[in-house]
C-alpha cells in the first residue's frame, strides 16, 4: 500500500491523473498533467512498485546518467503533489503507464491513497482518436457516473459502451469508493493522432480550468498549438484527397456545433469566464 510519508495536511485535494498507453492519443492526456508538473512544480511523493503492475518487456528499464553515475530507471506510475495558491486548494498528479496487469490492484492501491490523502474529486484525462478537423476546436467532453456530479458540474452521462482503458477502471473504482468521479476526453483528428497534439493538451487543460473553477496559465501551449496546425495544414496542401476530407470534416463539424451557439450556452461560457478570471459578473465591454 502506498504510504503518505511527511506529507502536510492537505487543503481540499483533488487528483488528477493520465495515463500512457491506450488512453492517450496524440499524448495529448499525458502533456497536460506534464504541464501541470511543471507548472506548479509539483514535487514527488510516492510511487507505485513497478514489479507488480509492469511487463518489463513491453516498459523496459532505462540506464540513466546520474551525478556522473549510472543506474537503472524503473518506469513506473508516479504520485506529485502541488500546492497551488492561485486554486487555493492542493493538487495531487498520478503521472504513469496504463498497468500490463493487476489492473484491479493497481486502481484499489490508487484509490486508498487518495482516501487516506483527503481527496474528494478524481479527475481521469484521456484523449482518442476521431474524426475531426485540426482546424476546429478540439472536441473535449467531461462526463461522470454520479448524479450529484453531472448536476453540480453541469455535465452529460457517458453513453459508451465497449474495451475501456486503465482511465475508464480508475474512474469507475474512484465511484465506487464514493469520492466525485469526473473524465474528460480530447477527440483528436485521427489522421494526425500518432504525433504529439498540443492543441488537445490545451483543450484538455481549459476543460480542467473550466472544471475546477480557477485559472490555469496555458503557458506556450497556444502557440504550440498553433504551430502543429500549421504543421498539418502544409500537409494536407500536398494531397488534394487529404485537403477534401479535412474539408468534409469541417462541414460536418460545424453543422453538429450550431445549436451550442445558442445565446443561453454562450451566456454560461461567460459567466464561467467571469468566476475563473476573478470578475463579479456583468457583460462583455
Known amino acids: 500500500m502506498i504510504e503518505l510519508e511527511d506529507v502536510p495536511e492537505l487543503r481540499d485535494p483533488v487528483?488528477?491523473?493520465a495515463f500512457e498507453?491506450?488512453?492517450?492519443?496524440?499524448?495529448?492526456?499525458?502533456?497536460?498533467?506534464?504541464?501541470?508538473?511543471?507548472?506548479?512544480d509539483a514535487e514527488p511523493i510516492a510511487?507505485?512498485?513497478?514489479?507488480?503492475?509492469y511487463d518489463f518487456q513491453v516498459n523496459r528499464p532505462r540506464v540513466v546518467l546520474d551525478e556522473g553515475r549510472r543506474?537503472?530507471?524503473?518506469?513506473?506510475?508516479?504520485?506529485?503533489?502541488?500546492?497551488?495558491?492561485?486554486?487555493?486548494?492542493?493538487?495531487?498528479?498520478?503521472?504513469?503507464?496504463?498497468?500490463?496487469?493487476?489492473?484491479?490492484?493497481?486502481?484499489?492501491?490508487?484509490?486508498?491513497?487518495?482516501?487516506?490523502?483527503g481527496v474528494t474529486t478524481v479527475f481521469t484525462l484521456g484523449a482518442l482518436m476521431a474524426d475531426v478537423a485540426h482546424t476546429r476546436p478540439i472536441p473535449v467532453t467531461a462526463t461522470s457516473d454520479s448524479e450529484d456530479v453531472l448536476h453540480r458540474y453541469?455535465?452529460?452521462?457517458?453513453?459508451?459502451?465497449?474495451?475501456?482503458?486503465?482511465?475508464?477502471?480508475?474512474?469507475?473504482?474512484?465511484?465506487?469508493?464514493?469520492?466525485?468521479?469526473?473524465?474528460?476526453?480530447?477527440?483528436?483528428?485521427?489522421y494526425a493522432g500518432h504525433s504529439p497534439s498540443p492543441k488537445a493538451t490545451l483543450g484538455l487543460v481549459s476543460k480542467l480550468e473550466e472544471l475546477i473553477d480557477a485559472p490555469i496559465p496555458h503557458g506556450d501551449l497556444p502557440e504550440a498549438a498553433k504551430a502543429w496546425e500549421r504543421g498539418i495544414n502544409e500537409l494536407a496542401e500536398t494531397d488534394d484527397e487529404v485537403a477534401e476530407y479535412v474539408q468534409s470534416l469541417e462541414e460536418a463539424q460545424d453543422t453538429a456545433e450550431l445549436p451550442e451557439a445558442s445565446g443561453d450556452a454562450i451566456a454560461r461560457e461567460f459567466e464561467r469566464y467571469l468566476r475563473r478570471r476573478g470578475h463579479d459578473g456583468g457583460g462583455p465591454g
Request: net charge negative.
Open 15 to 17: 487528483l488528477i491523473a
Open 21 to 40: 498507453g491506450w488512453n492517450d492519443a496524440g499524448e495529448a492526456a499525458t502533456a497536460a498533467v506534464d504541464h501541470l508538473i511543471d507548472l506548479w
Open 47 to 53: 510511487a507505485l512498485d513497478p514489479e507488480d503492475y
Open 71 to 117: 543506474r537503472i530507471s524503473w518506469r513506473t506510475t508516479r504520485i506529485l503533489l502541488a500546492t497551488t495558491p492561485g486554486i487555493g486548494r492542493d493538487v495531487i498528479l498520478v503521472q504513469g503507464i496504463e498497468p500490463s496487469f493487476r489492473w484491479r490492484a493497481f486502481t484499489i492501491e490508487l484509490m486508498e491513497f487518495a482516501q487516506q490523502a
Open 154 to 190: 453541469d455535465l452529460e452521462p457517458s453513453r459508451y459502451e465497449g474495451p475501456t482503458g486503465i482511465v475508464g477502471v480508475l474512474a469507475d473504482a474512484a465511484t465506487q469508493a464514493g469520492l466525485q468521479s469526473i473524465s474528460c476526453w480530447a477527440a483528436v483528428p485521427h
